[in-house]
């Protein structure tokens, strides 16, 4: 400490009476200022360590969605490909299926899998 800066140190501890605050009063309170000090810091650290965590991870979040936005397009594509009408069309010919006219096709309606458990 400097010379200068002794006598403003004292006034922060002296007694209203005007007396000297006893030096074990001074170092309890230098105790206690210390203390509240290092918990802010801890508070600090761990908070900051709190954000970064959360910071990975909504990384490996984003990466994640990232992912599983790119395999739904793929097989968004994949189904649009398996379900074209002519690649159905060219499947059923060679499987020796034929077109048939429209006053033969039949609706059959099936019942549910409940009901016809119970027959």
């Known amino acids: 400490m400097t010379s200068s800066a002794a006598p403003s140190v004292y006034r922060i501890f002296k007694r209203t009476d005007g007396t000297a605050a006893s030096v074990r009063m001074v170092v309890i309170a230098m105790i206690v200022l210390a203390?509240?000090?290092?918990?802010l810091g801890v508070?600090?650290?761990t908070r900051?360590?709190?954000v970064l965590r959360l910071g990975y991870q909504l990384e490996r979040q984003s990466a994640q969605v990232r992912r599983l936005t790119e395999?739904?397009?793929q097989l968004e594509v994949e189904r649009a490909t398996l379900t074209a009408p002519d690649r159905i069309?060219?499947?059923a010919t060679q499987l020796g299926m034929t077109t048939v006219a429209p006053d033969r096709i039949r609706i059959v309606d099936v019942p549910h899998r409940r009901q016809v458990a119970a027959q």
């Open 71 to 73: 395999m739904r397009r």
């Open 43 to 45: 508070a600090r650290v």
């Open 48 to 50: 900051q360590h709190e």
């Open 89 to 91: 069309r060219r499947l």
């Open 35 to 39: 203390a509240m000090l290092t918990g």
